[in-house]
């Protein structure tokens, strides 16, 4: 199985801060990798998909980088909203392995 | 628009077996697969397998393959998501989800509200 490790597991930061997340694959992926958000009670959201390509309906400060082992998503200037947890996805092989996940609150 | 309505809470015991269902509406269910996604309460996602609507075809992680089965009733547009021998590590929320495809990308684009499946003598 494919291993995907997300840094940090957890993060704060002001409102209007950028917020970089890392995700790194044990093997390489491509660009299989998506980004969901999970706000709390609720079920994950697609935010980005094959690595760089943003969701319909996301807002423009969201985006993602990367290619083989490592990723980035990025926040440009942080909203309240986005207080949420963050989640990468390989879908290079299955089973379809997350990342353990990335905590976002405010400072 | 697209949505996935699943079942209510479920409560079983040791050794028992659940069967949630998933029923899709917005689109047409035999166009895109069906995935099982289950979190712990307080812990990450976990991927369970995948179903083709169309085909009945089925791709299980290893860690559920014998205990867990997906099904569909396309009359209905319905997923199901049986998982047996239940065991307390098995108390969850399982999602389904859509999954899309795309010049050879996949992801899960639209997902069910969950359900709470807990199990407890």
């Known amino acids: 199985d494919i291993q995907m490790t997300q840094s940090p597991s957890s993060l704060s930061a002001s409102v209007g801060d950028r917020v970089t997340i890392t995700c790194r694959a044990s093997q390489s992926i491509t660009s299989h990798l998506n980004w969901y958000q999970q706000k709390p009670g609720k079920a994950p959201e697609l935010l980005i998909y094959?690595?760089?390509s943003l969701e319909s309906g996301v807002p423009s400060r969201f985006s993602g980088s990367g290619s083989g082992t490592d990723f980035t998503l990025t926040i440009s200037s942080l909203h309240p909203e986005d207080i949420a947890t963050y989640y990468c996805?390989?879908?290079?092989?299955?089973?379809?392995?997350f990342g353990q996940g990335t905590k976002l609150e405010i400072k | 628009q697209v949505q996935l309505v699943q079942s209510g809470a479920e409560v079983k015991k040791p050794g028992a077996s659940v069967k949630v269902s998933c029923k899709a509406s917005g689109y047409n269910f035999n166009s895109n697969d069906i995935n099982w996604v289950r979190q712990a309460t307080g812990q990450g996602l976990e991927w369970m397998g995948w179903m083709n609507p169309n085909s009945g075809n089925t791709g299980y992680a290893q860690k559920f393959q014998g205990r867990v089965t997906m099904t569909r009733n396309t009359s209905i547009s319905t997923a199901y998501m049986e998982l047996s021998s239940l065991r307390s590590e098995d108390t969850a929320i399982y999602y389904c989800a859509r999954g899309r495809s795309s010049s050879g990308w996949y992801g899960l684009d639209y997902w069910g509200q969950g359900i709470l499946v807990a199990v407890s003598s």
């Open positions: 094959a690595a760089s």
């Open positions: 996805q390989q879908s290079y092989s299955t089973p379809y392995t």
